[in-house]
Protein backbone atom coordinates (compact mmCIF):
# COMPACT_ATOMS: atom_id res chain seq x y z
CA UNK A 1 0.00 0.00 0.00
CA UNK A 2 2.96 2.58 -0.80
CA UNK A 3 3.44 4.91 -3.72
CA UNK A 4 2.28 3.20 -6.36
CA UNK A 5 -1.07 2.53 -5.05
CA UNK A 6 -1.59 5.72 -3.70
CA UNK A 7 -0.80 6.79 -7.35
CA UNK A 8 -3.35 4.71 -9.11
CA UNK A 9 -5.93 5.70 -6.46
CA UNK A 10 -5.88 8.87 -6.64
CA UNK A 11 -5.35 9.12 -10.40
CA UNK A 12 -8.54 6.69 -10.12
CA UNK A 13 -10.43 9.36 -8.41
CA UNK A 14 -9.41 12.07 -10.85
CA UNK A 15 -9.82 10.42 -13.84
CA UNK A 16 -13.55 9.40 -12.73
CA UNK A 17 -15.13 12.11 -11.47
CA UNK A 18 -13.29 15.08 -14.19
CA UNK A 19 -14.32 15.45 -17.72
CA UNK A 20 -10.51 15.00 -18.36
CA UNK A 21 -7.72 13.09 -19.50
CA UNK A 22 -5.90 11.66 -16.71
CA UNK A 23 -2.74 9.48 -16.85
CA UNK A 24 -0.30 7.81 -14.59
CA UNK A 25 3.23 7.36 -15.37
CA UNK A 26 6.38 5.11 -14.23
CA UNK A 27 9.12 7.56 -13.72
CA UNK A 28 10.93 4.58 -12.20
CA UNK A 29 14.39 4.18 -14.13
CA UNK A 30 14.18 0.72 -13.11
CA UNK A 31 11.44 -1.67 -13.52
CA UNK A 32 8.48 -0.04 -11.78
CA UNK A 33 5.38 -2.03 -10.75
CA UNK A 34 2.74 0.63 -11.91
CA UNK A 35 1.86 -1.61 -14.78
CA UNK A 36 0.97 -4.24 -12.29
CA UNK A 37 -1.98 -2.58 -11.33
CA UNK A 38 -3.50 -2.59 -14.19
CA UNK A 39 -4.72 -5.10 -16.79
CA UNK A 40 -2.60 -4.93 -19.76
CA UNK A 41 -3.90 -3.97 -23.34
CA UNK A 42 -0.23 -3.36 -24.58
CA UNK A 43 3.23 -4.90 -23.64
CA UNK A 44 4.37 -1.18 -24.90
CA UNK A 45 5.99 0.77 -22.32
CA UNK A 46 7.42 4.50 -21.73
CA UNK A 47 10.71 3.49 -23.65
CA UNK A 48 8.42 2.34 -26.35
CA UNK A 49 6.49 5.78 -26.38
CA UNK A 50 10.06 7.47 -26.18
CA UNK A 51 11.63 5.65 -29.38
CA UNK A 52 8.19 6.40 -31.05
CA UNK A 53 7.68 10.19 -30.43
CA UNK A 54 8.09 11.54 -34.22
CA UNK A 55 5.33 8.65 -35.06
CA UNK A 56 2.53 10.22 -32.68
CA UNK A 57 0.35 12.78 -34.03
CA UNK A 58 -2.83 12.14 -32.35
CA UNK A 59 -4.36 10.63 -29.45
CA UNK A 60 -5.35 7.50 -31.05
CA UNK A 61 -1.86 6.53 -31.74
CA UNK A 62 -0.79 7.73 -28.42
CA UNK A 63 -3.44 5.22 -26.72
CA UNK A 64 -1.53 2.65 -28.59
CA UNK A 65 1.27 2.79 -25.13
CA UNK A 66 -1.24 2.94 -22.52
CA UNK A 67 -4.07 0.78 -20.75
CA UNK A 68 -7.00 1.98 -19.03
CA UNK A 69 -8.57 0.65 -15.42
CA UNK A 70 -12.60 0.53 -14.77
CA UNK A 71 -12.12 4.09 -13.56
CA UNK A 72 -10.37 5.44 -16.81
CA UNK A 73 -7.36 6.36 -15.69
CA UNK A 74 -5.03 6.06 -18.52
CA UNK A 75 -1.35 4.00 -16.88
CA UNK A 76 1.88 4.34 -18.87
CA UNK A 77 4.30 1.34 -17.37
CA UNK A 78 8.14 1.42 -17.70
CA UNK A 79 10.32 -1.28 -18.71
CA UNK A 80 13.67 -2.90 -18.04
CA UNK A 81 16.54 -1.31 -19.64
CA UNK A 82 19.25 -3.67 -21.01
CA UNK A 83 23.00 -3.18 -19.37
CA UNK A 84 24.15 0.66 -21.12
CA UNK A 85 21.38 1.27 -23.20
CA UNK A 86 18.37 2.70 -23.48
CA UNK A 87 18.61 4.51 -19.61
CA UNK A 88 15.87 6.19 -18.43
CA UNK A 89 17.43 9.82 -17.21
CA UNK A 90 16.62 13.30 -17.31
CA UNK A 91 16.54 14.23 -21.06
CA UNK A 92 14.15 10.53 -21.42
CA UNK A 93 11.53 11.97 -19.00
CA UNK A 94 11.44 15.49 -20.56
CA UNK A 95 10.80 13.61 -23.62
CA UNK A 96 7.91 11.92 -22.50
CA UNK A 97 6.37 14.42 -20.10
CA UNK A 98 6.49 16.88 -23.66
CA UNK A 99 4.41 14.33 -25.13
CA UNK A 100 1.87 13.35 -22.57
CA UNK A 101 1.05 17.28 -22.09
CA UNK A 102 -0.10 17.42 -25.62
CA UNK A 103 -2.72 14.96 -24.65
CA UNK A 104 -3.79 14.54 -21.04
CA UNK A 105 -5.07 17.19 -18.76
CA UNK A 106 -3.58 16.06 -15.67
CA UNK A 107 -0.14 13.86 -15.24
CA UNK A 108 0.79 11.67 -12.36
CA UNK A 109 4.18 10.17 -12.02
CA UNK A 110 5.11 7.58 -10.08
CA UNK A 111 8.75 8.03 -8.90
CA UNK A 112 11.45 5.68 -7.99
CA UNK A 113 12.91 6.23 -4.32
CA UNK A 114 16.23 7.85 -5.33
CA UNK A 115 15.83 12.19 -5.44
CA UNK A 116 19.59 12.21 -6.55
CA UNK A 117 18.97 10.18 -9.79
CA UNK A 118 19.08 11.73 -12.80
CA UNK A 119 15.41 11.30 -14.05
CA UNK A 120 13.95 12.64 -10.62
CA UNK A 121 15.69 15.92 -12.01
CA UNK A 122 13.41 16.36 -14.67
CA UNK A 123 10.88 15.29 -12.48
CA UNK A 124 11.07 17.46 -9.92
CA UNK A 125 11.52 20.43 -12.73
CA UNK A 126 8.35 19.89 -13.72
CA UNK A 127 6.00 18.29 -11.00
CA UNK A 128 3.86 21.26 -9.61
CA UNK A 129 2.95 19.18 -6.62
CA UNK A 130 4.27 16.37 -4.54
CA UNK A 131 2.84 13.49 -2.59
CA UNK A 132 4.67 12.07 0.16
CA UNK A 133 3.40 8.26 0.93
CA UNK A 134 4.49 6.62 4.23
CA UNK A 135 3.67 3.80 6.50
CA UNK A 136 2.56 4.44 10.24
CA UNK A 137 5.74 3.15 11.40
CA UNK A 138 8.42 5.81 13.52
CA UNK A 139 11.13 5.06 10.73
CA UNK A 140 8.60 5.67 7.61
CA UNK A 141 8.09 9.46 9.46
CA UNK A 142 11.30 10.08 9.83
CA UNK A 143 12.41 8.79 6.32
CA UNK A 144 9.60 10.84 5.06
CA UNK A 145 11.14 13.48 6.87
CA UNK A 146 14.39 13.60 6.03
CA UNK A 147 13.03 13.23 2.36
CA UNK A 148 11.24 16.72 2.42
CA UNK A 149 14.48 18.09 3.82
CA UNK A 150 16.11 17.11 0.68
CA UNK A 151 13.92 18.45 -1.72
CA UNK A 152 14.45 21.75 0.13
CA UNK A 153 18.04 21.38 0.05
CA UNK A 154 17.92 20.31 -3.82
CA UNK A 155 16.19 23.66 -4.58
CA UNK A 156 12.22 22.13 -4.27
CA UNK A 157 11.26 24.70 -1.73
CA UNK A 158 7.78 24.93 -3.48
CA UNK A 159 6.90 21.32 -3.75
CA UNK A 160 8.60 20.70 -0.26
CA UNK A 161 6.47 23.38 1.78
CA UNK A 162 3.12 22.10 0.09
CA UNK A 163 3.50 18.42 -0.13
CA UNK A 164 0.46 16.16 0.28
CA UNK A 165 1.48 13.51 3.23
CA UNK A 166 0.00 10.33 2.96
CA UNK A 167 -0.16 7.76 5.65
CA UNK A 168 -0.94 4.72 4.04
CA UNK A 169 -1.92 1.25 5.69
CA UNK A 170 -3.85 2.48 8.95
CA UNK A 171 -5.12 0.16 11.55
CA UNK A 172 -6.27 -1.08 14.85
CA UNK A 173 -2.39 -2.53 15.12
CA UNK A 174 -0.37 0.52 13.92
CA UNK A 175 -3.10 3.08 15.83
CA UNK A 176 -1.64 1.42 19.20
CA UNK A 177 1.98 0.60 18.51
CA UNK A 178 2.82 4.27 17.29
CA UNK A 179 1.42 7.50 18.37
CA UNK A 180 -0.32 8.59 14.89
CA UNK A 181 -1.92 11.83 16.04
CA UNK A 182 2.03 13.03 17.02
CA UNK A 183 3.08 12.00 13.58
CA UNK A 184 -0.10 13.57 11.61
CA UNK A 185 0.70 17.04 14.19
CA UNK A 186 4.46 16.84 13.22
CA UNK A 187 3.24 17.28 9.24
CA UNK A 188 0.80 19.40 9.79
CA UNK A 189 3.09 21.56 11.68
CA UNK A 190 5.14 21.95 8.23
CA UNK A 191 2.61 23.09 6.30
CA UNK A 192 0.91 20.10 5.02
CA UNK A 193 -2.17 18.59 4.00
CA UNK A 194 -2.52 15.14 5.81
CA UNK A 195 -4.46 12.09 4.64
CA UNK A 196 -4.82 8.52 6.40
CA UNK A 197 -5.53 5.68 4.32
CA UNK A 198 -6.49 2.49 6.17
CA UNK A 199 -5.37 -0.84 5.60
CA UNK A 200 -7.42 -2.42 3.10
CA UNK A 201 -7.44 -6.38 1.62
CA UNK A 202 -7.65 -5.60 -1.52
CA UNK A 203 -4.87 -3.31 -1.37
CA UNK A 204 -2.62 -5.54 0.82
CA UNK A 205 -3.11 -8.78 -1.78
CA UNK A 206 -1.30 -6.26 -4.89
CA UNK A 207 -1.87 -7.33 -8.18
CA UNK A 208 -4.91 -5.46 -9.95
CA UNK A 209 -6.62 -2.15 -8.53
CA UNK A 210 -10.09 -2.81 -8.53
CA UNK A 211 -11.92 0.70 -7.34
CA UNK A 212 -14.95 -1.27 -6.47
CA UNK A 213 -12.97 -4.28 -4.37
CA UNK A 214 -11.89 -1.59 -2.04
CA UNK A 215 -13.77 -0.57 1.34
CA UNK A 216 -15.81 2.47 1.79
CA UNK A 217 -13.22 4.09 4.02
CA UNK A 218 -10.44 3.40 1.79
CA UNK A 219 -12.34 4.82 -1.54
CA UNK A 220 -13.70 7.98 1.33
CA UNK A 221 -9.63 8.68 1.71
CA UNK A 222 -7.97 8.42 -1.46
CA UNK A 223 -11.57 11.04 -2.47
CA UNK A 224 -9.81 13.16 -0.08
CA UNK A 225 -6.13 13.16 -1.66
CA UNK A 226 -7.98 13.61 -4.44
CA UNK A 227 -9.66 16.52 -3.74
CA UNK A 228 -7.00 18.04 -1.52
CA UNK A 229 -4.95 17.36 -4.84
CA UNK A 230 -7.15 19.45 -7.06
CA UNK A 231 -7.49 21.97 -4.25
CA UNK A 232 -3.21 22.64 -4.49
CA UNK A 233 -3.08 22.76 -7.82
CA UNK A 234 -5.75 25.06 -8.25
CA UNK A 235 -4.50 27.09 -5.85
CA UNK A 236 -1.08 27.04 -6.87
Not at 1 to 9: L, N, Q
Not at 165 to 191: C, Q, Y
Not at 202 to 226: K, N, P, R, S
Amino acid sequence: MGKTTTAVGVGSVLASLRESRVIAVDGNPDRGTLGDRVRRTTDLTVRDLNRSVHEIQRYTRMRAFTSVNDSRLNILASGTATAGHDQYDADSYKVTADLLENYYDLVLTDCGTGLRHSAMSSILELAHQAIIVLEPAVDAALSASSTLDLLQELGHEDLAGGAIVVISGVNSSTRRAVNLDEMVHHFKSRGHGVVQVPFDDHLDAGGIFEWDALHAATQEAYMEVGALLVRRLTEG
